[in-house]
């Protein structure tokens, strides 16, 4: 009988088999800041149970951001708006792993004292990129 499967190795009907290499994942990436030079953040990558357990998280607070900003009320502009800061500081919680190079009143930064005491401009930057590592589109990224 024939068969449809193709080897790369010369010697099928020998006992030699040819080595297959492993193939290296790192689940953290580090970035190296644009903002503040000389700072660099650690954000692990998206998988596929990552992805599922950040939607359901997401989902709630985005229906209800979505919403309050089609209403035409100020105070429900503003609603939304603290809505989307949520899921920013959501998105940093979840991903965020490490910060190297920034100490924040003294202190190493954490995720915790990025979003209470850090730069605003770094912590937009970092959601940035993890909105970016996880493949978010145009539209989910504006939620």
Do not use: H
């Amino acid at each position: 009988m024939r068969s449809f499967w193709r080897s790369d190795n010369k010697d099928v009907g020998n006992t030699k088999t040819k080595s297959v290499q492993a193939i290296s994942y790192e689940s953290v990436v580090s970035v190296a800041s644009k903002v503040l030079p000389g700072v660099t953040f650690a954000i692990q990558r998206i998988s596929f149970g990552r992805r599922m357990e950040l939607s359901r998280q997401v989902r709630e607070i985005s229906q209800k951001a979505q919403f309050l900003n089609a209403g035409s009320e100020l105070q429900e502009k503003i609603e939304a708006n603290i809505l989307a800061q949520e899921v920013d500081a959501l998105y940093l919680r979840w991903a965020l792993t490490g910060i190297e190079g920034l100490q924040i009143d003294g202190e190493a930064a954490t995720p915790e004292r990025l979003l209470e005491k850090g730069p605003e401009e770094l912590t937009r930057e970092i959601v940035s990129e993890i909105r970016r590592q996880c493949g978010l589109n145009e539209a989910e990224r504006k939620n």
